[in-house]
C-alpha cells in the first residue's frame, strides 16, 4: 500500500515530525499548502496537525478534502504542548468529522513553543491564558514557551506506517 505524509503546522515543530517520519518511513512528505500533494493518490494518509487554540489547524483541510479521505486509513499525529489525554482527544474530536475520529489512529506527540516566534498580539494572548489557566504546569508552559521536540516519540507512528507497508495486497489507488 502507498501512504503519504499531509501536515499543518505554522512554527516549524510539524514540520519537523514530518520530516522525521518522512525519513524513518520513506513516505513523502506535503505541507497542506503544497499544491503538488494530492490525497487521492494514496491508500493510506499520515495526517500531521498542530494543536491551536483548542484545535486541531488541519481540520478545514480535512473538511475540503473529505471525498478523498472516505475509505482511506488514517493515522492522525497531532503535535502540542498538552500531553496525551482526555483534553487532547476532546480537541481533537471537536475539530474532526466523528466518522472520520471514531476509525482513524491518534498518536499525540508534543511540540514547541518559542515566543520569539510568536506575534506581539499571540503572545499577549497566550500569557492572558496562562494567568486563566487552572493547570498550572500548562501555565507555565503558556507563559514562558516549552520545548518537548523528540525524535524518539515517532516510533508509535513509523509502526502504524509499517502495518499498512507490509501488506501484501496491491495498491488500490495504483501508485
Ligand atoms: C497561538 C498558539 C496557541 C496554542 N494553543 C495550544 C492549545 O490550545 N493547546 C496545546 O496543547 N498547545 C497549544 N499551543 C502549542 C502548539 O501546539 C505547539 O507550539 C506546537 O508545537 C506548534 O506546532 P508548529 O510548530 O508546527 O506550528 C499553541 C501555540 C500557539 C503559538
Redesign the pocket.
Known amino acids: 500500500m502507498n501512504g503519504a505524509i499531509f ?11 514530518s520530516k522525521w517520519i518522512s525519513d524513518a518511513t520513506g513516505l513523502p512528505a506535503f505541507s497542506i499548502d503544497d499544491p503538488a500533494g494530492d490525497p487521492s493518490q494514496y491508500d493510506f494518509l499520515i495526517l ?1 496537525s ?6 486541531a ?1 488541519i481540520r478545514r483541510w480535512v473538511r475540503q478534502h473529505s471525498p478523498a479521505l472516505a475509505d482511506t486509513p488514517i493515522v492522525l499525529f ?5 500531553p496525551a489525554g482526555a ?2 482527544d476532546g ?1 481533537v474530536a471537536e475539530s474532526l468529522p466523528p466518522e472520520l475520529v471514531a476509525r482513524m489512529d491518534h498518536v499525540a506527540l ?5 515566543h520569539d ?2 506575534s506581539w498580539w ?1 503572545k499577549l ?2 500569557k492572558a ?1 496562562a494567568l486563566l489557566n487552572r493547570d498550572r504546569a ?1 501555565a507555565e ?2 507563559r514562558h514557551g ?1 520545548d ?2 523528540d525524535e524518539s516519540s515517532i516510533r508509535p507512528v513509523v509502526e502504524l506506517v509499517d502495518r499498512y507497508t507490509t501488506r501484501s495486497e496491491p495498491g488500490r489507488r495504483g501508485r
Open positions: 501536515y499543518s503546522g505554522r512554527y516549524g515543530s510539524t514540520a519537523q515530525y500531521g498542530s494543536i491551536v487554540f483548542y484545535r489547524t497531532t503535535v502540542s504542548g498538552a483534553k487532547l480537541w508534543r511540540g514547541r513553543l518559542n516566534d510568536v499571540l494572548i497566550l491564558g500548562a508552559e503558556e516549552f518537548h521536540m
